[in-house]
């Protein structure tokens, strides 16, 4: 039996504005039309940021990861006269976007879940709060991580960030990104305004205000109406520009090296990676991905509804829809079953005793789990395993690197693999491969059951009670919509080059 392995690691958080819908732009265009040797050059100036021990660790380059990306509302670096500065706090930096994309190289698949940044969650401190509160707590990046893993079960292999002033910095290299629309459109608070039907060139200013529309209105029959979804319709059209301009960066580049390497010189200033996406693995995904369509990018958000709550406009998530979603992202294999580098591990010790849950997470971790130290425990002691509806796998899995015979707890509230490890002065190490399952009581055993597989859903469901559009009971648009979605006609859409 091995003895703990402690890692210190430094915790560090820079300030930085961005918008992560650019992320698969960026990607796009450093595998468009160039060479290597300008592509690390530029990868190796990008800042990194330390996210510690909240992502797991390093995957081979050929295995699927979980590459969480976000956006925050800071402004740093736009005009003073930008209508996104109006009415904002310098400082904020809350997470106005939220998406995690999973890519496969294995089957050459990636797909895009987004996190409605109003989600009503548990935040690492204890708090239940919106999802997009996570990046104000002391340690930023780590707090939102520990939050999606923590709600979602979902671990963490990367973690990116991309400027805000950026975003049009790269839209104006790509000459404009093009949007179809069947009727003129506006926003008066991001100051988007599209007077002409079409298929619409839009600029970097407009491109930004239409990636930040939450007060969506288009003109129908003389009149303007709403798109009362907010935020779940943002993330709708956000999700289709992330396409369209994955499509315009690659022709872009493909047409015309010189506008490729501008849009990697832009890029250096508007993404931040964490440490360990280095400049190889980088260089060796882009080749992979390099002819990825983008029609073939699946896109989702999780579910959610309506739930003002104390004057909050908060968003519950509907978690009979969303698990199907999130099972997507967690990476077992049905052939096999659960692995180490499936399970979510937090420890928790006593009070006084944090350095216990530190080596145990340690342990853990260098065993292949994706472990870290929690907050302290409460209670009268002992090892105990705590698992949800779909984690008694996972907890029997860690149970057999442990020499003691812990106790097995289910909780409803606890998401997919992860698991929660209760360690007292009992536990004084992991082992270093797991013990035999016969050697584990009968409690421990599998439990023969009846599986079936579900098939997620393609399309967002939309929250009636959210949603105030309201059409005229007679004529409406052939082409019209649901709410969230840019009125347009698919045909002329796809065109729209």
Not at 125 to 131: E, F, I, L, P
Not at 325 to 354: K, M, T
Request: aromatic share 6%; with cysteine.
């Amino acid at each position: 039996m091995a003895r703990y392995r402690y890692r210190r690691r430094a915790r560090t958080w820079p300030q930085r504005g961005l918008l992560a819908l650019n992320l698969l732009l960026v990607v796009a265009c450093l595998g468009a039309a160039f060479g290597l040797s300008k592509v690390r050059a530029t990868l190796q100036s990008v800042p990194v940021v330390d996210v510690g021990s909240s992502l797991t660790e390093a995957v081979n380059v050929d295995e699927p990861r979980n590459i969480l990306i976000i956006g925050t509302d800071a402004f740093e670096g736009l005009s003073s006269d930008d209508p996104v500065v109006n009415g904002r706090n310098a400082g904020q930096n809350l997470a106005d976007v939220i998406m995690i994309l999973r890519v496969d190289p294995r089957t050459g698949t990636a797909r895009l879940l987004s996190v409605p940044r109003d989600s009503r969650l548990e935040l690492p401190d204890g708090s239940t709060q919106r999802v997009n509160a996570a990046t104000m707590l002391g340690n930023g990046p780590k707090s939102l991580v520990q939050t999606i893993k923590r709600n979602f079960g979902i671990s963490i292999d990367n973690y990116v960030q991309v400027d805000f002033a950026s975003f049009e910095k790269l839209v104006e290299v790509l000459g404009g990104v093009p949007v179809y629309f069947t009727t003129p459109v506006r926003d008066r608070t991001t100051g988007l305004y599209v007077d002409t039907p079409g298929c619409v060139r839009l600029n970097p200013s407009q491109a930004l205000a239409y990636a930040r529309s939450r007060h969506f209105e288009f003109e129908f029959m003389g009149k303007w109406l709403t798109d009362g979804t907010g935020d779940l319709g943002r993330i709708t059209r956000q999700q289709d520009f992330i396409k369209r301009a994955i499509r315009s960066a690659s022709d872009k580049g493909v047409r015309n090296p010189q506008t490729a390497i501008g849009v990697v010189d832009a890029a250096v200033g508007a993404v931040v990676l964490d440490d360990t996406l280095s400049v190889d693995v980088i260089l060796q995904l882009l080749s992979q991905f390099r002819t990825f369509n983008p029609d073939d990018l699946v896109t989702e958000q999780v579910p959610t509804e309506s739930a003002p709550s104390d004057g909050v406009a908060y968003q519950e998530v509907v978690w009979d829809q969303a698990l199907p979603l999130l099972e997507q992202f967690w990476g077992v294999d049905p052939a096999v079953g659960v692995q180490p580098g499936n399970v979510i591990v937090d420890v928790r010790a006593g009070s006084g005793d944090q350095e216990r849950a530190n080596l145990v997470a340690s342990a853990f971790d260098a065993r292949g789990f994706d472990a870290e130290a929690y907050t302290n425990r409460s209670g009268s002691g002992g090892v105990t395993i705590t698992y949800g509806p779909a984690g008694r796998d996972a907890a029997v899995l860690v149970a057999r690197y442990l020499d003691v015979v812990p106790e097995l707890e289910l909780d409803e509230s606890i998401v997919g693999n992860r698991v929660i490890l209760d360690v007292d002065d009992e536990v004084t190490g992991v082992r270093d491969e797991p013990k035999a399952l016969a050697d584990l009581p009968e409690e421990f055993q599998p439990i023969p059951t009846t599986t079936t597989t579900t098939v997620p859903p393609t399309t967002q469901p939309v929250d009636p009670a959210a949603t105030d559009t309201t059409l005229p009971a007679e004529g409406a648009p052939p082409d019209a919509a649901p709410p969230g979605v840019v009125p347009t006609d698919p045909e002329r859409a796809a065109a729209c080059r």
